[in-house]
């Protein structure tokens, strides 16, 4: 069993930057595919950016310009790099690993991103 450990949440004021950081207890896997995803108060889960094993990005369109997901491979990590932050941008943010190899979803327990003046 894969365990997320995510850090990096937090309370920021409009205009500011956040990073999120989630290592994975291992990536032992062939094809996988790790990011966030976010569920603000009321909404859906939503995709805020992906990054695969071969350095593959999506990022959702609310994210473009505005944050950047990258691989720290070393530890095992994949780090979110937010700025310039919204208050739309309020909500829980959550690790994802998919292995492709075994059609698998692992989550982490989610960090509060909070975007308030």
């Known amino acids: 069993q894969v365990q997320l450990m995510e850090s990096g949440g937090g309370v920021v004021q409009p205009g500011g930057s956040l990073t999120l950081s989630c290592a994975a207890s291992?990536?032992?896997?062939?094809?996988?595919?790790m990011g966030w995803y976010r569920q603000a108060p009321g909404k859906e889960r939503e995709l805020v950016a992906e990054?695969?094993?071969?350095?593959?990005?999506k990022d959702a369109y609310s994210a473009k310009g505005r944050f950047t997901i990258s691989w720290d491979i070393t530890k095992n990590t994949v780090i979110l790099q937010m700025t310039s932050l919204k208050p739309e941008d309020t909500a829980v943010y959550y690790c994802?690993?998919?292995?492709?190899?075994?059609?698998?979803?692992?989550w982490g327990q989610g960090t509060q991103v909070t975007v308030s003046s």
């Open positions: 994802n690993l998919y292995v492709l190899d075994k059609l698998t979803n692992y």
């Open positions: 990054i695969s094993n071969r350095g593959d990005i």
């Open positions: 291992s990536l032992g896997f062939k094809i996988y595919t």
